[in-house]
C-alpha cells in the first residue's frame, strides 16, 4: 500500500526544554517511523531533538527504555481513540466499536514501525515496567468497555465479555497485520484503508450481533 508520509518534526527551537522526557519520545517516533527500528539511536534522537548527546540518558535507560516510552505512547493514543470512539457516539454501541475498530486501523497502517514495536514481543519481556503493561490494558479496557455495555443492552451476545473483545480485536489486529506485510491485502491509499476498515468492523458487528433481540446473558 502507499502510506502516507511522516509527518515532519516541528523545529527544535518550538520546544521548551522542560518537557525534554516528551519531546526525546517524539523525535524517537519520527525517526522510527522515518529510518525503522534499526537504525535509531540515541545520538540521533538527541541531534533531531536539539540537546546533547548525554541528555537522553537522563530519562531513559538507554535505548530499551526510550523504546518502551514509544509503544507506552502509542498505547495510550489507543487508548483515548477508543475511548473518544465511545464518547462519540452515546448509547450506540454498534457505532462506538466500528469507530475504534476503524481509529485502530489507520493509525496502525499509518505508524507500522511503532504498531511493530508494540506488538512485537516487547510486552513478554520481564524487563519491561509495569506502566507499560498498564497503559496497553487501558486500550484493552476501552474496547472491553464498549463490548460490556453493548451485552448488558441486548446488542451484543456472546458467552462472556473477554471472548467476544478478544475475538473483535484479533480480527482488526489481524486486518492490520495483513495490509502491513502480507502483500496480498493491499490497499492504494489511506481511503481505501478506511473503506476496508469499515467493512471488516462490519462483519465483526455481524457475527457478535445479539441473535435473540435481548442479548444472550451477560457474565
Known amino acids: 500500500m502507499t502510506r502516507s508520509k ?20 517524539e523525535a524517537a517516533e519520527h525517526l522510527l517511523e522515518k529510518q525503522g527500528l534499526s537504525a535509531l539511536s540515541m545520538r540521533e534522537v538527541a541531534k533531531l531533538a536539539g540537546v546533547s548527546h548525554s541528555a537522553p540518558y537522563r530519562h531513559f535507560r538507554g535505548k530499551a527504555g526510550l523504546l518502551e516510552a514509544v509503544a507506552q505512547a502509542g498505547f495510550n493514543r489507543l487508548a483515548v481513540m477508543i475511548n473518544g470512539a465511545h464518547d462519540a457516539y452515546p448509547d450506540d454501541p454498534e457505532a462506538q466499536l466500528r469507530a475504534a475498530g476503524v481509529a485502530y486501523v489507520e493509525w496502525a497502517t499509518e505508524n507500522p514501525e511503532r504498531t511493530h514495536l508494540m506488538y512485537g514481543g516487547m510486552m513478554k519481556s520481564e524487563d519491561v515496567p509495569e506502566t507499560l503493561h498498564a497503559c496497553a490494558e487501558d486500550a484493552y479496557a476501552g474496547i472491553f468497555h464498549i463490548i460490556d455495555e453493548g451485552r448488558q443492552a441486548g446488542v451484543f451476545g ?34 481505501e484503508v478506511r ?20 442479548g444472550d446473558q451477560p457474565s
Do not use: E
Open 158 to 191: 456472546g458467552d462472556d465479555t473477554d471472548s467476544v473483545v478478544i475475538s473483535a480485536w484479533a480480527v482488526v489486529h489481524g486486518l492490520t497485520m495483513l495490509i502491513l506485510g502480507s502483500g496480498k491485502v493491499n490497499p492504494a491509499n489511506p481511503g
Open 6 to 25: 511522516s509527518k515532519s518534526f516541528p523545529a527544535r527551537d518550538s520546544y521548551h526544554h522542560g518537557d525534554l522526557h516528551s519531546t526525546l519520545v
Open 195 to 214: 473503506q476496508l476498515a469499515l467493512r471488516v468492523c462490519d462483519t465483526i458487528l455481524d457475527g457478535i450481533r445479539s441473535r435473540t433481540g435481548t
